[in-house]
């Protein structure tokens, strides 16, 4: 088979949604990509990137761990199979892992949050958890002053460079 052809048949990661104020409200102390339980509705309202992630984390129910809030609106050709927009939906992690994330969770102010879903090349969907810790409100005005700073020093960077 030729490089050309091999290349084309590859599939790349697909990102469908991306929580863009997780990183402004809380401080990412790191990040894990999970397994998410869907049914054949849901997945194709992930593909037409009809989702949102506002207001979503993740949370233990006994021993597994649960992806609540998590909008994924009906398709709209599912006839009557639809599914509820934002029911409960299971995160797939082994034990192990699952042990672990409680282990970190249950410290005081930590909380898992999904920072994006994507679809991996071999087409299952994923979800990318954040183990976050709150942040205050000075906090939040630091992060605008310092992305401020470097937003003027990139303009100030480009406009001496140009000449």
Do not use: C
């Amino acid at each position: 088979m030729p490089k050309d052809a091999e290349k084309s048949s590859e599939k790349k990661s697909v990102q469908v949604a991306v929580n863009r104020k997780a990183k402004f409200k809380y401080e990412i102390l790191e990040s894990f990509e999970v397994g998410l339980a869907l049914t054949g509705g849901e997945v194709k309202s992930l593909r037409d990137h009809k989702v949102s992630l506002s207001d979503s984390y993740a949370a233990f129910r006994g021993a597994e761990l649960y992806l609540l809030n998590l909008d994924i609106a009906p398709y709209k050709h599912a006839g009557y199979a639809t599914h509820e927009p934002k029911r409960p939906r299971k995160l797939l992690l082994h034990r192990r892992e699952l042990r672990k994330l409680a282990g970190k969770v249950s410290q005081r102010g930590f909380t898992l949050i999904p920072l994006g879903v994507h679809f991996n090349n071999r087409g299952w969907a994923k979800v990318r958890l954040g183990l976050a810790r709150g942040r205050q409100l000075y906090d939040k005005r630091r992060a605008i002053r310092e992305r401020e700073q470097k937003r003027d020093m990139a303009r100030q960077s480009r406009k001496y460079s140009a000449h």
